[in-house]
């Protein structure tokens, strides 16, 4: 038995691949009777997608949920999550996947959805968050991995990483900066989540309760 994962995605899917460098394959402990993590599809909003190839090229089932192929957002959303049930998909990540979900498709996978966002949530939600961030001068930066609600960048917050952006702007830099937090921080907590570490608080939903990792998880 393995964790099944799948992940949207929209463009360079850079986040994909460390996923798929990262986790898939893995066991969710280090016990080796634990179930392996497998990412069981890959879903892109755009058919020319770069990240598509990266997937086809790890061997992991690809499709295309396109907006100009199916504008009613609410069937595309539809047909996306019977793709998603048919690999038996336990966790959807999006992974820079540049669309909103339908409020049905969220209530059909909730709880089980998760984003990484390039920001320190709740500052600085939505598109163009790196660029929001240089053009107000902030100083310190992050990342957050959070589940998904019908909100924008809204749910609850299951890791963040912040870092100090320096003071001259090189913009490649600093992107590059955000993508290695992001490439560290999105796997890690696939990993938790697949270990049965992540759990939202009952009494107050807004808190996400992760168990400490010991070094034997790795
Ligand atoms: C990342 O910065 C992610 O935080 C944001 O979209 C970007 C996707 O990059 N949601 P990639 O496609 O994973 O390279």
């Known amino acids: 038995m393995s964790f099944r994962v799948a992940v949207l995605i929209s ?37 020319e997608a770069p990240g598509l190839e990266r997937a086809e090229a790890a061997g992991v089932s690809t499709a295309v949920f396109a907006l100009a192929d199916q504008p009613d957002r609410a069937l595309r959303d539809r047909a996306l999550g019977d793709w998603l049930e048919e690999r038996g998909a336990q966790l959807v990540v999006l992974a820079g996947f540049m669309e909103l979900l339908t409020p049905a498709f969220i209530r059909r996978f909730a709880g089980r959805i998760v984003n990484v ?54 913009i490649a830099g600093i992107e590059q900066r955000f993508h290695e937090v992001e490439h560290r921080l999105l796997p890690r907590a696939v990993r938790l989540i697949a270990a049965g570490r992540v759990r939202i608080d009952k009494r107050n939903p807004r808190l996400v309760h992760v168990e400490a990792e010991t070094d034997a998880d790795g």
């Open 11 to 47: 463009g360079e899917g850079s986040n994909l691949q460390s996923l798929l460098d990262s986790v898939h394959g893995d066991r969710v402990s280090a016990s080796a009777s634990a179930p392996a993590i497998e990412i069981v599809g890959v879903a892109s909003s755009r058919a």
């Open 117 to 170: 966002h390039p920001a320190l949530l709740p500052a600085i939600p939505g598109l163009g968050a790196i660029e929001q961030a240089l053009d107000h001068g902030v100083k310190v930066a992050g990342v957050t991995v959070h589940f998904v609600d019908e909100g924008i960048d809204s749910g609850p917050i299951v890791l963040q990483e912040s870092f100090e952006l320096p003071y001259h702007r090189d």
